[in-house]
């Protein structure tokens, strides 16, 4: 069976989660992003590199719209040559209102296994609304950029990246990357005059002056901490992600399927290739679920 609903009634759904949960929020509040991997440092190359961000009080991403994007240079090859790996995270998606804080924001590239110095230029993206009294509109939208760059090297015979030990006391490169953090002074939250402007978020942070720049702690104290389980959530969930690939890399060790487990990625296969028809549908305005 097919059900007909309008993307309008699935984002409202969305949107209102969001909503209550920006509302149990006290102002002010901080949201902090650092970057966990890549960090300064030497390390063993590896097949699939993660790089993940950490975000702390996640629910404050929505109405700052938080996006990601970063381009990864090697040392040895002139600039003009163009970044060797390149990715974004777009945080449209995501469900606000129940996840965990911090909140880890990850991908990752099968371009760093070989040895060499890189650098990786980090960008965030936000977004953000300030009141302009005796105008016709009394709320304007104003966007943010901040580039980060970190320096890192892949040596073979290096130690292996251990991101369950990243930003422990024992952790030799903790802090670090405290010079490339962003921190946010959110004192409220206003209605977005245009969602349609501001990735259909019907709220919009009010960041303390000034709303265009922001600096690190003035401590170099260390970053989020992952924790065991989130480290292995994250390497599983990249592995995973890898092995469903259709051009599967013969490096990456992938788990053995069962017939069940087969059966069910042809069926996620299957509707990854509809993606961009659905995509389309949504885009006219319309939205169709399918019912087992």
């Known amino acids: 069976m097919v059900l007909l609903l309008t ?5 409202a759904t969305i949107l209102l989660s969001c909503v209550s949960a920006v509302e149990a929020i006290e102002f002010p509040a901080t949201l902090e992003v650092d970057i966990i991997y ?5 390390f063993a190359p590896t097949v699939l590199t993660p790089i993940v961000f950490a975000i702390r009080n996640p629910q404050l991403a929505e109405p700052l719209d938080i996006n ?12 003009g040559d163009g970044p060797f790996s390149s990715g974004s995270k777009d945080l449209r ?6 996840i965990s804080d911090p909140y880890f924001v990850y991908t990752y590239s099968k371009m760093l296994d070989v040895e060499d110095s890189w650098w990786i ?11 302009i009294p005796s105008t016709i509109d009394s709320v304007e939208i104003s966007f943010g950029r901040r580039n980060n760059v970190i320096e890192f090297t892949t040596k073979n015979g290096a130690k292996q990246l251990d991101l369950a030990s990243v930003n422990t006391p024992d952790d030799d490169t903790c802090g670090n990357v405290t010079d490339t953090r962003v921190a946010f ?3 409220g939250v206003l209605d977005t005059p245009r969602p349609d402007k501001y990735d259909d978020r019907e709220t919009c942070a009010v960041l303390a002056p000034p709303s265009n720049a922001t600096a690190p702690p003035p401590t170099r104290t260390c970053g989020a901490e992952v924790g065991a389980s989130a480290a292995s959530s994250i390497s599983a969930a ?7 690939g ?3 890399d013969p490096n990456v060790t992938c788990p053995p399927e069962s017939p069940s487990s087969a059966a069910k990625s042809k069926e996620v296969q299957f509707l990854a290739g509809m993606t961009t028809w659905l995509n389309t549908l949504v885009f006219a305005g319309v939205a169709y679920i399918l019912i087992a």
Do not use: H, M
């Open 68 to 79: 990601f994007s970063w381009d990864i240079y090697k040392e040895s090859q002139p600039l």
């Open 238 to 244: 990249i592995t995973s992600r890898a092995c469903a």
């Open 185 to 187: 002074n959110v004192t």
């Open 121 to 131: 230029r980090w960008e965030l993206a936000w977004g953000n609304c300030s009141k």
């Open 7 to 11: 993307s309008r009634r699935v984002a």
């Open 93 to 98: 998606w995501v469900d606000f209102s129940n």
């Open 38 to 42: 890549p960090r300064n440092g030497t």
């Open 246 to 248: 259709f051009a599967t």
